[in-house]
């Protein structure tokens, strides 16, 4: 089975958990991974592009991005596809266990394996930040919401974590579910981008964001539970995830409200 534990990690002996968190040494050579520096970078820039884009926009005229919107959507849903897919047979064929799975260190194949896809899961969401830029191209600016930006954000410096220091192990569960919701909120976007005509056949968004809620459930108890539970995989990771989640659960109920029952409530 290919769940070998953590390589050089130092473990507690009384509750069998990690208390350090080594760098995997197999990613640092792998782009953006190496150094936070890039990432921050990244980061900044983003805020910039979220502030003067819509001053640099206000007297212009929103630019027809309908043909760029529809590749780039289908585009995300090819590439969330392959990651579920990569996610859901990696971890099949190491034999993962969904309640203690620690991360394999090693250089075999399905380690690699699981690796990579975690890194392009991370790179995903870099280009994500996409999303951003073409709402601000196309003069979106109540799509700009705190939710929005701080959700893009923080991403990818989760993600960063996540292949700097565990990639494989129990990230895994997250990577797989989120990829999976991601391809079905690319095929909305993608959808809605072919036009108008397409809102009959896009009645189905707000169980859309009912789905995105459900996956932050799913990753409060699956944390929840491996901060109790003995397994040799970093507390602090889960407890990121953990809090982080329920920021947006926060945020993320509260933009089901406002869109779906306050407004129906108006009505």
């Not at 990690?9 to 350090?20: F, I, K, L």
């Not at 929103?62 to 090819?78: E, H, Q, S, T």
Request: hydrophobic residues 45%; positive net charge; proline residues 4%.
């Amino acid at each position: 089975m290919e769940n070998t534990s953590s390589t050089g990690s130092q473990t507690d002996p009384e509750h069998n958990t990690a208390t350090t968190v080594p760098d995997d040494k197999r990613t640092d050579p792998w782009l953006l991974v190496y150094s936070p520096v890039p990432v921050a970078l990244i980061f900044l820039v983003y805020l910039g592009v979220v502030w003067a884009g819509p001053r640099l926009m206000k007297n212009r005229e929103p630019v027809d991005l309908k043909v760029v919107l529809i590749v780039y959507n289908f585009a995300m849903v090819g590439l969330s596809a392959y990651m579920c897919y990569e996610f859901l047979v990696t971890s099949w064929l190491s034999s993962y266990s969904l309640l203690c799975q620690p991360v394999d260190y090693s250089t075999g194949p399905l380690a690699m394996r699981m690796a990579r896809v975690c890194w392009w899961f991370f790179f995903s969401k870099v280009i994500e930040l996409s999303d951003t830029l073409f709402f601000i191209l196309r003069k979106k600016n109540n799509q700009l919401t705190f939710l929005h930006v701080y959700h893009h954000g923080t991403m990818i410096f989760n993600w960063w974590l996540g292949v700097k220091y565990v990639a494989g192990g129990q990230s895994f569960f997250i990577g797989l579910v989120n990829t999976f919701v991601h391809v079905v909120m690319y095929s909305y976007y993608g959808l809605a981008a072919i036009g108008p005509h397409m809102q009959k056949y896009l009645w189905w968004k707000r169980y859309l964001t009912s789905l995105q809620l459900v996956q932050f459930v799913m990753f409060i108890v699956y944390t929840g539970h491996n901060l109790y539970a003995e397994c040799d995989f970093p507390d602090s990771m889960n407890m990121l995830v953990f809090g982080y989640c329920i920021t947006l659960i926060i945020l993320f109920s509260n933009f089901y409200y406002k869109s779906y029952v306050s407004k129906k409530k108006q009505k």
